[in-house]
């Protein structure tokens, strides 16, 4: 197994705060480690600068288990780095070679609000979220778990469409900006489940309407969220999605 340390250029977007204005700041890292996370690269990246008495450049983290969906940046022109179906956090050093340029940039899109650095502001997907994206019930004692028959292929579905984490590379890689790909597996997951379909309607109406008025663009069919998602979320929920919108405009 190869093991040989390599050294990196980073250029890095630095932006103060959301107000002022940003750009591509140029820094070295040597000794990195090829079993290294991309984070850990930027946490050695950081070392050296709090060390030197310089800000650390700002990036959101969380699990880095590739679960929570906090991590997220361009590297190269590609959300979440060059490896598919891989969070940043996940992402090794093994996959750079010594002596590469990386241009390292946050999510980009109208709905999202650059905070600091390489952190965003995404909480317009949490507001899509609390459009619809649950399921209103009483909790009661958990039920049997065979009370509710659902046939195999169909919660398959639904765990694939339950797996985005909400990481918002696939607005970062739409040509639109668009949240199609995130709305539709919110929407398709609970549609799928028998628990999902009294608020389905409704559901769909809402999260719609709640991404449009946040700023996020249209559907172009471009496929490039499906390419970008560390989930391998289909676009075979977007027409889900666009099934469900239809039903409930037509017939609510
Ligand atoms: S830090 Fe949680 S998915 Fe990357």
Request: glycine share 8%.
């Amino acid at each position: 197994m190869r093991n040989d340390k390599i050294g990196l250029t980073l250029k890095i977007w630095r932006q103060p705060c959301s107000h002022s204005k940003g750009k591509l700041e140029t820094f070295h890292v040597d000794a990195i480690s090829p079993d290294m996370s991309f984070l850990e690269m930027l946490d050695v990246l950081n070392e050296q600068l709090t060390l030197d008495g310089k800000q650390p450049v700002a990036f959101d983290h969380d699990c880095r288990e590739g679960v929570c969906g906090m991590c997220g940046a361009v590297v190269n022109g590609q959300a979440h780095g060059p490896e598919k179906e891989t969070t940043l956090c996940q992402l090794h050093m093994r996959h750079f070679k010594d002596g590469e340029t990386l241009v390292i940039e946050p999510f980009r899109a109208r709905a999202f609000k650059v905070e600091r650095d390489l952190v965003l502001d995404r909480s317009s997907l949490d507001q899509i979220i609390q459009a619809g994206g649950y399921v209103s019930v009483n909790t009661g004692g958990a039920p049997d778990g065979n009370a509710i028959p659902i046939a195999q292929d169909t919660a398959e579905q639904a765990m694939d469409a339950a797996a985005c984490i909400g990481c918002g590379a696939c607005v970062a890689a739409c040509p639109n900006g668009s949240a199609m790909l995130f709305v539709s597996a919110k929407v398709s997951q609970l549609a799928l489940l028998p628990q999902g379909h009294p608020e389905r309607a409704s559901r769909a109406l809402n999260m719609v309407a709640r991404m449009d008025e946040l700023g996020f663009g249209n559907c172009g069919n471009e496929r490039e969220c499906e390419a970008v998602c560390p989930k391998s979320i289909s676009i075979r929920n977007i027409a889900c999605l666009n099934r469900e919108f239809l039903k409930a405009a037509l017939f609510g």
